[in-house]
């Protein structure tokens, strides 16, 4: 059985559902670890390309699985998944599976992007989905991974306990409201690093500008100087 890194450990460790679909399987080894480990009972691989689907055949055989070849949710029918996971894709191609079929999006998401992190929140906060928590590996790479709840009508909680600590809607949706409400060491350790790293650079593109505003905006509020 192959063994997860701490990254798919994490993500495994937040999945919920019994019928769950990993998109981008690639080597198979989540919904095979998933499987093993009885925490699913069915798991539905999906990836688009052929040697990734023929990797992920190998891994799963023999097991409650199935090994789709198809673009995102193209290949999952309407109410056949209770959760879904998709890892190590940038942000931009994670909102652009999810945004295809929208009908056919589980209760529960759990999404590791690589960059672009804040693309992911967005959509969730315009689509009906919670954010009910985030966690990070350690490490020498530090990976987020999202967990995300369908709500009924209401607006994501989060946020408003974002207002509350006196803090805002776009710091959240750039460094994670849940990060940002635990204010750990990690974080603002994480942050002064920024800081000072894109303070040195002459030309800031505009979204390295965007970052640093709110990176100054941050530590300059209460709830960073009263920690
Ligand atoms: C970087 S790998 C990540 C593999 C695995 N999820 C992990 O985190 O270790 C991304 C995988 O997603 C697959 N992929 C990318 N876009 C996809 C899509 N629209 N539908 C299905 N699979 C996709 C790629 O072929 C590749 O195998």
């Not at 190590?88 to 960059?115: A, T």
């Not at 919670?130 to 909680?157: C, H, I, M, Y």
């Amino acid at each position: 059985m192959p063994r997860l890194d701490a990254r798919l450990k994490l993500v495994a460790s937040e999945i919920r559902g019994q019928i769950h679909a990993d998109i981008g399987s690639d080597h198979g080894h989540l919904l095979a670890a998933l499987l093993a480990s009885g925490r699913i009972q069915r798991g539905i691989a999906v990836e688009n390309k052929p040697q990734p689907h023929r990797n992920s055949s190998a891994t799963l055989e023999r097991l409650n699985a199935d090994i789709r070849l198809g673009d995102g949710l193209d290949v999952i029918h309407e109410n056949e998944i209770d959760s879904l996971s998709i890892c190590g894709m940038g942000g931009q191609s994670i909102v652009r599976i999810l945004c295809e079929h929208p009908n056919r999006l589980p209760e529960q998401l759990v999404l590791q992007p690589n960059k672009a992190i804040d693309l992911v929140r967005q959509w969730a906060r315009s689509n009906g989905y919670w954010l009910t928590d985030e966690k990070s590996t350690t490490g020498t790479r530090r990976f987020e991974v999202l967990v995300l709840a369908r709500s009924t009508s209401n607006p994501d909680p989060v946020y408003q306990q974002l207002v509350d600590a006196g803090l805002d809607e776009p710091m959240g949706l750039m460094f994670g409201p849940w990060f940002l409400l635990r204010n750990d060491n990690e974080l603002l350790q994480r942050l002064s690093e920024e800081q000072r790293y894109l303070q040195t650079k002459q030309n800031l593109t505009p979204s390295s500008r965007k970052r640093l505003d709110l990176i100054q905006r941050l530590m300059s509020s209460d709830h960073f100087l009263s920690r």
